[in-house]
């Protein structure tokens, strides 16, 4: 595979120059724009950094250690947008991603790819990636939902049925599209790197299956244990009322 250089780089940031003199002239968020530009250069070149001493470190204590702090952040930037303290519902966000990211992250590695190490670096860290963000994302929209849909006094399981179908919107549409609208970045990339169109093709499918099933299973955990948690402080706003 070709190795990119850092003048292929600058000559693909050409077209975001342009973008970003479009945004300068019609709008007024160039500075985020800009901020967004230059975190991304950063956060992806220290990301190439971290992943060559991992990927050469072959330690499974790294992996595990590696793979918790994407869990627990993870965890903690799917409620952002929630109308709650993030404490508030850390533990049950915790949980959903792990339950539904952990499952498929070992169900794919083990059953599916067979890495040998279990913990080889290659495979567990992007797949981890792309399992845990989608679960993340996921978490988010059911959340978001739910909590807009009671404030809108909607009972708790027509909120939570409606919540849980916002969340698999965006799934549900790269399922429909994949293929006709859009080759997904594993598939291009396989492809770029030589690999049969064939091959790439069957490796696509188990990813949209593992991502699929990642963000349905996370989302419904997250609910499920909100509304544990929402019934447990109703139950005991009432004890205290009646005491």
């Not at 300068?24 to 990301?47: E, K």
């Not at 609910?223 to 402080?233: C, D, N, S, T, V």
Request: glycine share 8%; with cysteine; hydrophobic share 55%.
């Amino acid at each position: 595979m070709y190795a990119i250089t850092l003048a292929d780089i600058a000559i693909a940031m050409i077209p975001v120059m342009v973008t970003l003199v479009v945004i300068f002239y019609w709008s007024t968020n160039t500075r985020q724009a800009l901020v967004a530009l230059g975190r991304m250069l950063l956060q992806l070149l220290l990301i190439g950094y971290a992943l060559e001493f991992i990927f050469h470190a072959d330690s499974a204590w790294i992996i595990l250690g590696v793979l918790s702090v994407m869990l627990v952040a993870a965890s903690w930037i799917a409620l952002g947008a929630l109308p709650v303290r993030r404490s508030t519902l850390l533990a049950c966000s915790l949980a959903a991603i792990a339950v539904g990211g952990i499952f498929n992250l070992i169900l794919i590695t083990q059953g599916v790819l067979h890495a040998d190490p279990w913990y080889q670096p290659s495979v567990i860290i992007p797949l981890a990636g792309m399992i845990f963000s989608n679960s993340m994302n996921s978490v988010s929209l059911a959340g978001e939902r739910l909590y807009s849909e009671l404030d809108h006094h909607q009972d708790y399981a027509r909120a939570r049925g409606t919540a849980f179908q916002a969340a698999m919107i965006p799934m549900t549409n790269s399922l429909l599209a994949v293929g006709l609208v859009s080759l997904p970045g594993m598939m291009t990339g396989q492809i770029l790197a030589g690999t049969s169109p064939l091959i790439a093709a069957r490796y696509q499918i188990v990813v949209m299956c593992m991502i699929f099933s990642s963000a349905g299973i996370s989302a419904a955990m997250f609910l499920w244990m909100a509304g544990l948690q929402r019934f447990r402080e109703g139950k005991s706003e009432k004890q205290e009322s009646c005491g």
